[in-house]
């Protein structure tokens, strides 16, 4: 082989290897990233492949969550303060609809039988219960739960649902069958979000106001704490891996993310998260993590291989749910 021949080949073959860097943040995302700015009610839609915000969508007071529709045709923008529901498209970001009359929808989530959608109202003090046809919502049933229900989790079986309590630092459960309250527990301070394992035997709890995870065992008639993991100040919200043994919990004071093997309940790996971490969501193949940094009022993208913040895009004020269809699987 001639040295221009040569010299060419290797050429050929680090470009190959630069691209092979620098593709996956683009490439693999073809989809807009949603971030809901809960202070400036709206939604800024990002462009992963430009990493620039395209635009920025009007909404009602403060939006804090979202969730995908189970014909994953709409993705639903709850307005805490506006009691609605703004339903957008999750491939164009066109606004389709919005639901009013929906008292303080602070977090929502579907039950996995695609039956109910139910709703977490943080300065009401209740739990909703709606009926989901597959388009309309009918309320079937408000539960009084004490003092600001904070986040939700349905176990696999769509027979329970899991609320913390942040207000009065407890977890409580509802019976979805008979929609009545089962128990209410104890938790450390200022309980967040709530993540079940596959097999519906443990909840994993993010303490705000404590340094890490507690573990409760609720395969019994009442939970017991089983373990605390040490992840870093301020645990609060949590993004499954998608391969059904890890999940990342952001840790909003320490500013880090941290990974967890739920089979072992171990930390098993820590990534730099700038600014106040709070919600995620991960890219298709695994490899980046999309956070709101609450007090920086970006999107910042974490490279889990490297270890390091590759990307930073400015959105609106106070940065929440962050969603995009072009993620690993939920659980």
């Given at each position: 082989?001639?040295?221009?021949?040569?010299?060419?080949?290797?050429?050929?073959?680090?470009?190959?290897?630069?691209?092979?860097?620098?593709?996956p943040?683009?490439?693999?995302?073809?989809?807009?990233?949603?971030?809901?700015?809960?202070?400036?009610?709206?939604v800024?839609?990002v462009?992963?492949?430009?990493w620039?915000?395209?635009?920025?969508?009007?909404?009602?007071?403060?939006?804090?969550?979202?969730y995908l529709?189970?014909?994953?045709?709409?993705?639903?923008?709850a307005?805490a303060?506006?009691?609605?529901?703004?339903?957008l498209?999750?491939k164009?970001?066109?606004?389709?609809?919005?639901?009013?009359g929906?008292?303080?929808?602070?977090?929502?989530?579907?039950?996995p039988?695609?039956?109910?959608?139910?709703?977490?109202?943080?300065?009401?003090?209740?739990?909703?219960?709606?009926?989901?046809?597959?388009a309309?919502?009918?309320?079937?049933?408000?539960?009084?739960?004490?003092?600001?229900?904070?986040?939700l989790?349905?176990?696999?079986?769509s027979?329970?649902?899991?609320?913390?309590?942040?207000?009065?630092?407890?977890?409580?459960?509802?019976?979805l069958?008979?929609?009545?309250?089962?128990?209410r527990?104890?938790?450390?301070?200022?309980?967040?979000?709530?993540?079940?394992?596959?097999?519906?035997?443990?909840?994993?709890?993010?303490?705000?106001?404590?340094?890490?995870?507690?573990?409760?065992?609720?395969?019994?008639?009442?939970p017991?704490?089983?373990?605390?993991?040490?992840?870093?100040?301020?645990?609060?919200?949590?993004r499954?891996?998608?391969?059904?043994?890890?999940?990342?919990?952001?840790?909003r004071?320490?500013?880090?993310?941290?990974?967890?093997?739920?089979?072992?309940?171990?930390?098993?790996?820590?990534?730099?998260?700038?600014?106040?971490?709070?919600?995620?969501?991960?890219?298709?193949?695994?490899?980046?993590?999309?956070?709101?940094?609450r007090?920086?009022?970006?999107?910042?993208?974490?490279?889990?291989?490297s270890h390091?913040?590759?990307?930073q895009?400015?959105?609106g004020?106070?940065?929440?749910?962050?969603?995009?269809?072009?993620?690993?699987?939920?659980?």
């Open positions: 082989m001639t040295f221009p021949v040569r010299f060419a080949a290797r050429l050929a073959g680090v470009l190959a290897l630069l691209w092979a860097s620098l593709a943040l683009g490439a693999l995302a073809v989809n807009p990233i949603f971030v809901m700015n809960s202070l400036e009610a709206s800024s839609v462009n992963p492949a430009s620039k915000e395209t635009r920025r969508i009007p909404t009602g007071k403060e939006p804090h969550h979202l529709t189970p014909d994953e045709k709409s993705l639903i923008v307005n303060l506006s009691d609605s529901l703004m339903f498209d999750p164009t970001a066109a606004v389709q609809r919005t639901v009013r929906i008292l303080d929808p602070y977090q929502l989530r579907f039950s039988d695609m039956k109910w959608f139910v709703t977490a109202a943080n300065r009401l003090n209740h739990i909703d219960i709606y009926h989901w046809d597959g309309n919502l009918t309320l079937a049933k408000r539960i009084a739960t004490g003092k600001t229900p904070s986040h989790w349905i176990d696999s079986k027979s329970t649902i899991y609320s913390t309590m942040q207000g009065s630092d407890e977890l409580v459960a509802i019976d069958v008979s929609q009545t309250l089962k128990w527990s104890k938790t450390g301070a200022l309980p967040a979000d709530v993540f079940g394992t596959p097999d519906d035997k443990f909840l994993l709890i993010g303490l705000t106001g404590g340094e890490g995870v507690e573990v409760y065992d609720v395969s019994g008639g009442e017991r704490l089983v373990n605390t993991l040490k992840t870093g100040q301020g645990a609060h919200s949590f499954s891996a998608g391969d059904k043994r890890h999940v990342f919990v952001s840790n004071v320490a500013n880090t993310i941290s990974k967890i093997d739920y089979q072992t309940m171990t930390v098993v790996e820590r990534y730099p998260a700038p600014s106040g971490p709070d919600d995620m969501d991960l890219s298709a193949d695994g490899r980046y993590i999309y956070v709101a940094s007090w920086a009022k970006k999107l910042s993208v974490i490279d889990t291989q390091q913040v590759v990307r895009v400015k959105v004020k106070s940065p929440h749910g962050v969603w995009t269809l072009d993620h690993v699987p939920r659980q």
